[in-house]
């Protein structure tokens, strides 16, 4: 069984920051990737940045220059470091990772509980 649990959501005005974090926990023999979706009222699910264990970066167009990925490998946590955020942020955001839990090359995705963020004054 493997666990995503987000944090660091919150409300937070235009122009100003929030960083998330995600923590992987129970059987995780390797993981591949690991990322933020977000999906705002009436939208699709989209990504917003993913980094692989090869070190590979993905951002959505619109986020670039704005938010940063990073990985601390040993503790299997990514986090999502979002500045000079925009009301058009305001989602809630779900943590997605690729994992191989039992260590025979067969990965399976794993998606968060979701954490709110919201951009307004």
């Known amino acids: 069984q493997v666990q995503l649990v987000e944090s660091g959501g919150g409300l937070v005005q235009p122009g100003g920051s929030l960083r998330l974090s995600c923590a992987a926990s129970g059987s995780i023999f390797r993981i591949n990737a690991m990322g933020w979706f977000r999906q705002a009222p009436g939208n699709k699910r989209e990504l917003v940045a993913l980094?692989?264990?090869?070190?590979?970066?993905t951002y959505e167009d619109s986020v670039k220059g704005r938010f940063t990925i990073s990985r601390d490998n040993a503790k299997n946590t990514v986090y999502l470091q979002m500045n000079s955020l925009k009301p058009e942020d305001t989602a809630v955001y779900y943590c997605?990772?690729?994992?191989?839990?039992?260590?025979?090359?067969?990965?399976?995705?794993?998606w968060g509980q979701g954490t709110q963020v919201t951009v307004s004054s």
């Open positions: 980094l692989t264990t090869g070190g590979t970066t």
């Open positions: 997605y990772s690729i994992i191989d839990s039992g260590g025979n090359n067969f990965y399976v995705p794993y």
